[in-house]
C-alpha cells in the first residue's frame, strides 16, 4: 500500500509517458520516499524534455541543497525563475526567487 501513489502514476505514464506534471508528481513522491536518485533523474529529464514547466525547478533546486550541491542548486533557481517569468507565472517566481535568495543571502 505504501508505494500505491508511486504505481498508480506509473500506470498512467504508460498512457502519457511523456506527460509533465504526472512526471513531476512521480519524482515528488520518490522526494518523499526519499528516494533522491529516482527523483533527480526525472527532475532532470523534466528540464530536458519539459523546460517550461516550471514547478520542477523550485523542488529540484531543494534536492540539490539537501544534497550540498550549492552551486547546482542556484543555477537551477536562477533558470527556474526566467521560466516563471516567461510564462507569467508571478507565484512561481516568486518562491524561485526566496529561494534563491536563502541561499545567496545565508550566512554561514
Same mark, same amino acid.
Given at each position: 500500500?505504501?508505494?500505491?501513489?508511486?504505481?498508480?502514476? =506509473? +500506470?498512467? /505514464?504508460? &498512457?502519457?509517458?511523456?506527460?509533465?506534471?504526472?512526471?513531476?508528481?512521480?519524482?515528488?513522491?520518490? %522526494? *518523499? @520516499?526519499?528516494?533522491?536518485?529516482?527523483?533527480?533523474?526525472?527532475?532532470?529529464?523534466?528540464?530536458?524534455?519539459?523546460?517550461?514547466?516550471?514547478?520542477?525547478?523550485?523542488?529540484?533546486? =531543494? +534536492?540539490? /541543497?539537501? &544534497?550540498?550541491?550549492?552551486?547546482?542548486?542556484?543555477?537551477?533557481?536562477?533558470?527556474?525563475?526566467? %521560466? *516563471? @517569468?516567461?510564462?507569467?507565472?508571478?507565484?512561481?517566481?516568486?518562491?524561485?526567487?526566496?529561494?534563491?535568495?536563502?541561499?545567496?543571502?545565508?550566512?554561514?
Amino acid at each position: 500500500m505504501e508505494n500505491s501513489r508511486i504505481e498508480q502514476i =506509473k +500506470l498512467f /505514464l504508460k &498512457e502519457s509517458p511523456d506527460d509533465p506534471f504526472l512526471n513531476y508528481a512521480l519524482a515528488i513522491e520518490y %522526494v *518523499a @520516499k526519499k528516494n533522491q536518485a529516482e527523483a533527480k533523474d526525472i527532475f532532470q529529464k523534466l528540464i530536458t524534455k519539459n523546460p517550461e514547466y516550471s514547478a520542477t525547478y523550485y523542488h529540484y533546486g =531543494k +534536492l540539490l /541543497l539537501s &544534497e550540498n550541491k550549492k552551486n547546482e542548486a542556484i543555477e537551477i533557481f536562477e533558470k527556474g525563475i526566467k %521560466v *516563471a @517569468k516567461q510564462n507569467n507565472e508571478q507565484h512561481a517566481a516568486s518562491e524561485l526567487l526566496s529561494a534563491l535568495n536563502e541561499i545567496l543571502y545565508d550566512e554561514d
